[in-house]
């Protein structure tokens, strides 16, 4: 069975998390916090799991099997707001959105004790934003809790900073990182695992983003090579193969990604491989699947490619 707190699985930060947590516990979490911290440093996630623990109606905060941790964790509790998701731009956080959460802010919650009100991206706040937020902060209705999440608190004015408590986002280290892709990504090679691990630099959401990036080059790389097969010269095929000579997981992954991308032309589902007959996509499936056998049993690297090069040449050759 799923463990219902995966929806609130939070990393790093731990006695932070356990300090808030029983604050929420005894009515003394704070009236505002700032969450600051780069670009998928899991402000967000924390932001989601400290709300839940404050509405949480269960044992141990948040519970994860309770109503309301429920609807914390489907992000349709009533009583939790977001404000500020689709803003990207500096300074693209309006006035209008502040006056909006005020006459929210005034009307008592729906079912629980408090309103959570979350502003992302906090950082693009106009002035004139901060100041209205301000006279919010200043005097909070007691049942408001504000999570300010901020990638740099030097974008806040300081009588904004001086009303708010900051946690820093506690980055990890790389083999938490690897084992939470692990736990996350099981289809994803342990190389790219590793690589994704090494270039997030201890924020977890930044490694999950690198490897969606390598996730799409290899979707592109895979339909490259395939329109190259019936394009260009077995030679220019087998150069465009060379990297795979090196490195057999990267070469799995790619012959699975051929494999699934042939799969989906054959219900025609793939518009790049448009130009295939049923009969090509068979053939260059069955080669697929024979190099993937080769290779996962030790094959010689160098070899498979380049027979590879030829096998796909020829079947699609045939008509
Ligand atoms: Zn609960």
Redesign the pocket.
Known sequence: MANPLSAFSVLGNHSTIQTLVAAAGNGRFPHALLLEGPRGSGKKTLARYLA?AL????EN??????????K?AGDFHPDIVFYGLEESGARSFHIDQIRQLKLSAYVLPNESPYKVFILCGAQNMTVQAQNALLKLVEEPPATCVFLLLCENRQALLPTILSRVQTVQMEPLSSREIENALKERCPQVSPQAIAQAARGAQGWLGAALELLEAGEENIQAKSRQLLVMAARESEFTLAAALTPWEKDRESFLALLETMKEQIGRALTGREENLAEFSPLQLARMADIIEKTTCQAAQNGNLTLLTAVLCSRLKSAVGGG
Request: charged share 0%.
């Open positions: 839940a509405l949480c109606q269960g905060p948040p519970c994860g099997v309770c109503n309301s941790c429920h914390a």
